[in-house]
């Protein structure tokens, strides 16, 4: 562990009345008491990984343009094996191929189709994480496409350039098939990022870094059996798919797009002599200006983009310190919150090429203003719980109006790890506790964490897509408690509209059609998942 690490201030205020801390405290315990959730102690990998395998690339996903003029990708899931160790096949599942998919790639003002195919012997769907579009597109658990049948969700890219991915998001097995390792990127651009010297070459200077925890049995098949009450921890991991990677660097500065693709597990990205970097993107793209750090906490679904300056010759290591979870030590110790891991090798070449000065100043980010927000909503998780309900797929949790600015006022009721994530919209943070937010957080974000005992204020801004019926998402991203119904859905509607009927079962995709509909209602009860 590198000592000099600065711990990341505390930034921390009572936003729970004494009673309800004791109640959250006593469900803790009770939620935490199985033999399966005591989680795996402490996990440190530093030293002792042999960086033997080249870090993979994921393809680029090839696309054709129709007669529509649409970008258009096929995408099909599938079953593979995948040989993380040379000569151990693992049944994996991927897009397009065995393990993880392509990353897309498609500019500010595209009409993108996607043709979603399901070869798998049961139902998925396919979430576009971070992306602003119709509801019916976006790939909820509604949107259920059957084994055998396939989806074809249009819509208009109209965000800024930023890493955004995808993944699944079926009812009640979305924590197994991203495990199985169903996950891919999309990265949007835009001519405000393009103008910018910044490194940009696909596999050269500018790299996924997809990082995921797994666990292994003897058999080299994955297992989940190990567990926190945040879910599954991994004793290893992998990059890209890659066990033990490195990277060739051939630029004196290279760009890491950093990717908390594990379904449970928190990370603290550093490198191990300490050195600091430039934090320049976050979930929904640039900040403001380049942020120098020595460490960027992300939980699961949040994305980082970075800046690296190498020297010729050189070898250092991207790590995870002890991320601060802000719980107590035992409770860390139980969530892999004291694991410090290794994660791979940036190797310098001899000699490097450079683009030259990268710039401070990055985007132009409109601040939402307060003033402007016509409607306050609070959210406390807690259990399996948001606002004390289980997910009902019947059941619309918050009805927002289309173009509309609203604060969201999110606190972690529990002594134990949460995140919130929001589905089709990007906010802002306007306060940590009683803080303006860090730099980390001072950009666009969709996934938060929540830290116990702090309420996260909120600002956003919803788009003009109106549907009364079809719901987005709104959830913790830990997928574990995402599977047991800490879930709530909201729809959006024109001005002084009134929130309708989610789809039902009838209307479930059951053909190769182009149909955007859903997989039917479901009612959680209390004692679902542990």
């Known amino acids: 562990m590198i000592q000099s690490r600065l711990a990341r201030p505390r930034r921390r205020v009572a936003t729970i009345i004494s009673g309800t801390v004791v109640a959250a405290v006593t469900l803790a315990v009770g939620l935490t ?69 392509p990353t897309l790639v498609a500019k500010r003002g595209d009409d993108v189709r996607i043709n979603v195919g399901n070869d798998l012997d049961e139902a998925t769907t ?81 790299i996924p870094v997809v990082v995921q925890d797994r666990r292994f049995d003897d058999n080299g098949q994955f297992v989940t059996d190990v567990r926190g009450y945040i879910g599954p921890i991994g004793d290893q991991l992998l990059v890209n798919g890659t066990l033990a990677p490195y990277l060739d660097v051939t630029s004196d500065v290279v760009r890491l797009r950093l990717v908390n693709g594990s379904t449970a597990r928190l990370y603290d990205f550093g490198f191990s002599d300490g050195r600091s970097f430039d934090l320049i993107a976050t979930d929904g793209g640039l900040l403001r200006e380049a942020a120098p750090m020595d460490g960027i906490r992300l939980s699961p679904g949040e994305r980082a983009e970075i800046l690296v300056k190498m020297t010729p010759g050189e070898t250092v290591k991207l790590q995870s310190t002890p991320p601060d979870l802000g719980t107590s030590a035992s409770a860390a110790t139980r969530n892999a919150g004291d694991d410090t891991l290794d994660v791979m ?29 016509t409607t306050d909503r609070s959210f406390t998780l807690n259990g399996y719980t948001i606002n004390n309900r289980l997910m009902d797929m019947t059941r619309i949790d918050e009805t927002v109006e289309a173009g509309a600015t609203e604060v969201w006022t999110v606190d972690n009721a529990m002594p134990l790890p949460h995140n919130f994530h929001v589905h089709a919209v990007q906010f802002q943070v306007l306060r940590v506790g009683t803080e303006s937010p860090p730099a980390e957080l001072s950009g666009w974000k969709d996934t938060i964490y929540l830290e116990p005992g702090v309420r996260y204020e909120l600002i956003m801004q919803f788009a003009e897509y109106t549907d009364p019926n079809f719901p987005y998402m709104f959830h913790c991203h830990m997928l574990a408690h995402e599977d047991a119904g800490m879930m709530g859905q909201f729809v959006v509607v024109g001005p002084g509209g009134q929130a309708g009927t989610p789809p039902t079962a009838h209307d479930a995709i059951i053909s190769r059609e182009n149909l955007a509909v859903g997989n039917g209602p479901r009612v959680l009860t209390p004692d679902h998942g542990h």
């Open 33 to 101: 008491a199985c033999t399966s959730d005591t989680g795996a102690g402490v996990i440190d990998t530093v030293g002792t990984i042999d960086f033997v395998n080249p870090l993979a690339i994921p393809p680029l996903a090839e696309a054709t343009v129709n007669a529509a003029g649409e970008r258009v990708f096929d995408l099909t899931a599938e079953e593979g094996t995948t040989e993380f160790t040379p000569g151990v096949a693992t049944d994996t599942w991927g897009y397009n191929g065995s393990y993880l998919g």
């Open 126 to 206: 396919v979430h576009w994480h971070g992306m602003n579009l119709p509801a019916e597109m976006d790939g909820g658990p509604h949107q259920t496409v059957e084994p055998g049948a396939s989806w074809s969700p249009n819509f208009t890219i109209d965000q800024p350039a930023a890493t955004l991915w995808y993944h699944p998001h079926p009812t009640e097995k979305t924590e197994h098939q991203v495990e199985m390792g169903l996950a891919g990127l999309f990265l949007l651009q835009d001519d405000e990022e393009s103008a910018l010297n910044l490194p940009r070459s696909y596999g050269v200077d500018d």
């Open 345 to 373: 090798e940036l190797r310098a070449a001899d000699a490097l090429s450079s683009i030259g000065a990268t710039p401070t100043t990055l985007a132009n980010i409109v601040p939402l203003d307060k003033a402007d927000a």
